[in-house]
T-cell receptor, first 114, second 113 residues
Framework: EPEVTQTPSHQVTQMGQEVILRCVPISNHLYFYWYRQILGQKVEFLVSFYNNEISEKSEIFDDQFSVERPDGSNFTLKIRSTKLEDSAMYFC????????????FGQGTRLTVV | LAKTTQPISMDSYEGQEVNITCSHNNIATNDYITWYQQFPSQGPRFIIQ???TKVTNEVASLFIPADRKSSTLSLPRVSLSDTAVYYCLVGSPLTGGYNKLIFGAGTRLAVHP
């Protein structure tokens, strides 16, 4: 069964450092998403991406965040200068598109900022 | 996007049927109702989706009354492995409602032996 894969599974970084979280969505899917979940809290929407551009973004997704689909298969989330409060699980998801509502989520990357 | 309201938590025992109701009073004509399940430290997983009446798949049933202002996810004969958080989402994939996939607080289901 096809799946969304995320790397790394766990990343520890120092405050102020840049991190790049990587995702390989399911082939032929058209919509891509990044979410985060702070420990014990709900899943929060960050950004959605379609047709090589951001289609929606939340208030959380400020200038410190950026997304890219550099080569047609990878989908990355970059945090330019990490803060302690960026520590969370980050989930990537993809959806086929059109009327298909099922989004497939990856296993997540646990980001710890120290 | 229609706002959803679910119970914060529920408890059940192995072998029982569990029904989780979600209220979505402002659901729009084009909106679908989708349920996701999330285990600790894992990404949400799609369970079921419906528009009206009843939908059934191998893991759950979804009941939607005629006014569509609520929906009920039914899990037959739950086991310990069904302990998870269950999210109800409402939106239309055809009008941009699925550009966000907003998750609420969900319902934390605990299944006891």
């Amino acid at each position: 069964e096809p799946e969304v894969t995320q790397t790394p599974s766990h990343q520890v970084t120092q405050m102020g450092q840049e991190v790049i979280l990587r995702c390989v969505p399911i082939s032929n899917h058209l919509y891509f998403y990044w979410y985060r979940q702070i420990l014990g809290q709900k899943v929060e929407f960050l950004v959605s991406f379609y047709n090589n551009e951001i289609s929606e973004k939340s208030e959380i997704f400020d200038d410190q965040f950026s997304v890219e689909r550099p080569d047609g298969s990878n989908f990355t989330l970059k945090i330019r200068s990490t803060k302690l409060e960026d520590s969370a699980m980050y989930f990537c998801a993809s959806r086929p598109g059109g009327g298909d509502t099922e989004a497939f989520f990856g296993q997540g990357t646990r980001l710890t900022v120290v | 996007l229609a706002k959803t309201t679910q119970p914060i938590s529920m408890d059940s025992y192995e072998g029982q049927e569990v029904n989780i109701t979600c209220s979505h009073n402002n659901i729009a004509t084009n909106d679908y109702i989708t349920w996701y399940q999330q285990f600790p430290s894992q990404g949400p997983r799609f369970i079921i989706q419906g528009y009206k009446t009843k939908v059934t798949n191998e893991v759950a049933s979804l009941f939607i009354p005629a006014d569509r202002k609520s929906s009920t996810l039914s899990l037959p004969r739950v086991s310990l492995s069904d302990t998870a958080v269950y999210y109800c989402l409402v939106g239309s994939p055809l009008t941009g409602g699925y550009n966000k996939l907003i998750f609420g607080a969900g319902t934390r289901l605990a299944v006891h032996p």
